[in-house]
Antibody, heavy 121, light 109 residues
Framework: EMQLVQSGAEVKKPGESLKISCKGS????????VAWVRQMPGKGLEWMGI????????TYSPSFQGQVTISADKSISTAYLQWSSLKASDTAMYYC??????????????WGQGTMVTVSS | DIQMTQSPSSLSASVGDRVTITCQAS??????VNWYQQKPGKAPKLLIS???NLEAGVPSRFSGSGSGTDFTLTISSLQPEDIATYYC???????????FGQGTKLEIK
């Protein structure tokens, strides 16, 4: 079964650092991009960026450039999303997802279960 | 950047009703629209790709249509298990950019 499994919920204080993970299995992890998507409480979906684990080529949404770092370790089929200094406004559910090209455009066909990040003093 | 305007933002309908959700792109995107269903507390699920292609296992009461700038997701006969928030999404490759609509929250009347 193709799946993405994310790390567990986190509760952090403002200013702390954090790295969450997304492990792929059941498919060739290095042959597909991995995206990160934010969903703030009660709000919609926002694409943050993508990484190609095969060579770590990364593209960020302009809205998230400089705010987070996306990385991957292909040896363990895992992608990461990290913050160096969290803010209360980073409180959200974070999903990883696999984009694939279907009928000429990219769609997210596999999603992780989500990692809830809560930032509160 | 291409914007996706989804409407309505919320919708209340009865079991058996025909439900229509629309998504308008700010410029011609051919048929490069996908639709997702997100049930409460769950990750989104891909329903329709390329504007009208139903993913395997998705009930046939779901359908998608449209091209250019105007797209529609239709549920032909609403079922209780269809209660969810629905999102449209488009992809632009220069530079890579994925944009979601604002979402439509569907409730049972």
């Amino acid at each position: 079964e193709m799946q993405l499994v994310q790390s567990g919920a986190e509760v952090k204080k403002p200013g702390e650092s954090l790295k969450i993970s997304c492990k792929g299995s059941g498919y060739s992890f290095t042959s597909y991009w991995v995206a990160w998507v934010r969903q703030m409480p009660g709000k919609g979906l926002e694409w943050m960026g993508i990484i190609y684990p095969g060579d770590s080529d990364t593209t960020y949404s302009p809205s998230f450039q400089g705010q987070v770092t996306i990385s991957a370790d292909k040896s363990i089929s895992t992608a990461y999303l990290q913050w160096s200094s969290l803010k209360a406004s980073d409180t959200a559910m974070y999903y990883c997802a696999r984009p694939i090209t279907i009928f000429g455009a990219d769609a997210f066909d596999i999603w992780g279960q989500g990692t809830m990040v809560t930032v509160s003093s | 950047d291409i914007q996706m305007t989804q409407s309505p933002s919320s919708l209340s309908a009865s079991v058996g009703d025909r439900v229509t959700i629309t998504c308008q792109a700010s410029q011609d995107i051919t048929n490069y629209v996908n639709w997702y269903q997100q049930k409460p507390g769950k990750a989104p699920k891909l329903l329709i790709s390329g504007a009208s292609n139903l993913e395997a296992g998705v009930p046939s009461r779901f359908s998608g249509s449209g091209s250019g700038t105007d797209f529609t997701l239709t549920i032909s006969s609403l079922q209780p298990e269809d209660i969810a928030t629905y999102y449209c999404q488009q992809y632009d490759n220069l530079p890579p950019m994925y944009t979601f609509g604002q979402g439509t929250k569907l409730e049972i009347k």
